[in-house]
């Protein structure tokens, strides 16, 4: 009874939540909308028992993802409302309806199967961090070691990308120094958008 | 009344759907990227949902190579998008089309 009042409660607060991110003109309104939404779905990964699961949610979406999405912010004019051109919204809405029909033919076929079978029981004995540490060490640890290194390469190409001018402070210096760098940038920037 | 896999999976074609809709009618890129975080979380839930029903636990650790694949979109692809902004002073969809595709 009360796995299913959760259920719905937190249905329909993170759908709420996923309109609100993906409808709204703001960009402020669609972070905070799109931080609240990724709570919400770790309410259901405690419901289904996977307790590690649901942590890594908050930890990883709303602490590090949402934290990066507001540090990206900080570089782009966020204040205004977003213009954003339409051109046909009914061949939108069509798209929308096709895949969305798509999506739920591929979604119900583990339904439709029935011999499904555990590769991997669950055992109630252990705890769920405690199985999931055996699994991941044992039988997933060569994705496991392959994930590790795409997440360094991904951390290499962000602060490389993001990271240029990263030695001088815009705080300290004086009006005419800052001036005088973006002068001397938007030369080079200009050579290189060339080729 | 009783919570069963189908009402889980559901949820998630739905939240699929939501992500699906924001990817077609968004043009600001940020906001292209937040569609995208919807799509890869709807994901998750179907398979934390598998992983409970079929008590198999192959569905949680799916969801967590997910996760980490999307932190790494986040960081990669929000270098590409500061560079891009730098460069151009806009984050529009429709003006990247030096492809000319």
């Known amino acids: 009874m009360f796995e299913a009042i959760a259920f719905y409660l937190f249905a329909a607060l993170t759908i709420g939540m996923f309109t609100i991110t993906v409808m709204t003109s703001q960009a402020l309104y669609a972070l905070t909308a799109m931080a609240a939404g990724m709570i919400f779905i770790s309410a259901f990964f405690f419901i289904l028992g996977a307790d590690f ?47 969305a029909t798509l999506v739920v033919f591929i979604v119900i076929s583990p339904i439709i199967s029935t011999h499904l079978e555990a590769r991997y029981p669950i055992e109630a004995a252990l705890g769920n961090s405690q199985a999931i540490g ?62 | 009344m009783e919570i069963t896999l189908a009402h889980y999976l559901v949820l998630s074609s739905v939240l699929f759907a939501i992500g699906l ?61 500061i560079v891009w902004y730098k460069r151009t002073g806009k984050i529009d969809l429709d003006i990247m089309t030096s492809m000319r595709g």
Do not use: C, W
Request: glycine residues 8%.
């Open chain 1, 53 to 99: 699961l649901g942590v890594i949610q908050i930890i990883v979406y709303t602490g590090a993802v949402m934290a990066l999405y507001a540090f990206g912010m900080m570089f782009f004019d966020t204040t205004r409302t977003l213009v954003e051109k339409r051109e046909n919204p009914r061949t939108i809405f069509l798209l929308g309806v096709i895949a």
């Open chain 1, 134 to 195: 055996l699994i991941l060490f044992t039988k997933f640890l060569v994705p496991f070691e392959v994930a590790a290194v795409m997440l360094l390469v991904a951390m290499i190409a962000g602060i490389v990308l993001a990271g240029k001018k990263m030695d001088k402070s815009l705080t300290l210096m004086a009006e005419e120094e800052i001036a005088l760098m973006s002068a001397a940038q938007t030369k080079p920037d200009s050579q290189e958008g060339a080729h």
């Open chain 2, 21 to 81: 809709i924001g990817v077609m009618r968004r043009k600001n890129l940020l906001m292209l990227f937040f569609a995208t975080e919807i799509l890869l979380n709807a994901t998750n839930i179907g398979f934390a949902a598998i992983a409970h029903f079929h008590n198999d636990l192959t569905g949680q650790m799916f969801a967590f190579f997910v996760i980490a694949i999307a932190a790494s979109e986040v960081a990669v692809g929000l270098g590409l998008l």
